[in-house]
Structures are given as C-alpha cells and as structure tokens.
C-alpha cells in the first residue's frame, strides 16, 4: 500500500521560512519511477499545483507564485521529497499536500493527508 506522509507544516510570520517532507512508502516501482507533486489548497479556494519534480530525470517546476522563494528537492535514499518554502507570504497560507504519479502517467493518483501551513501578517 503507498502511505505519503507530510510533515514540517505549521505556524510562521510573514519571511519566515517552513521545509515540509514527504516520506513515501509502499511504492510498486523504484522511486526513480515516480513524480511528486506538491499541491495546496487554501479555505474557499481551488486545489493548485505548486512544485513537482521528476525522481527519474530530476527535473522541477513551479507555479509561478512560488517561484524563487520554493525550492523542491529529493533525497532517493529516503524516498523523501522535500519543499523549502523561503520568504512565506500570507497568502501562502493553505494545507500542503503531496502527491505522486507514475511518470509516464499524467494523473496524481495516491495523495497524502496533508499538513497546515499559515503565515501570519
């Protein structure tokens, strides 16, 4: 069974910074084999897309609101992704979920719990 776990949320002023993990288990094939995302979804909005990275190719991406102040990383050894968040904004205020694909799959289909990011002003 695949378990991602989320850690590393939790409560910080506006510049501050949060690194939250997600530690992956259970997976079918290597975890060069996956993608990990990571999403969030803030009260009364949508679910978006904030970072995702490639474990076979190691190529990134990053909405644009989040770009140069996230970073996403992988340590393979662990099957943990990481998402160091530098210069929180309020706005960044939201559950971080993370999620992971096949990489020759298009859809996220196993999704962890999440965990609580709020910035405050």
């Known amino acids: 069974e695949v378990q991602l776990v989320e850690s590393g949320g939790g409560l910080v002023q506006t510049g501050g910074s949060l690194r939250l993990s997600c530690a992956a288990s259970g997976f079918t094939f290597a975890f060069d084999d996956y993608a990990i995302g990571w999403f969030r979804q803030a009260p009364g909005k949508e679910r978006e897309g904030v970072s995702c990275?490639?474990?076979?190719?190691?190529?990134?991406h990053y909405a644009d609101s989040v770009k140069g102040r996230f970073t996403i990383s992988s340590d393979k050894a662990k099957n943990t992704v990481y998402l160091q968040m530098n210069s929180l904004k309020p706005e960044d205020t939201a559950i971080y979920y993370c999620a992971a694909r096949e990489i020759t799959k298009n859809e996220y289909n196993y999704w962890g719990q999440g965990t609580q990011v709020t910035v405050s002003s």
């Open positions: 990275i490639n474990n076979s190719k190691g190529k990134t």
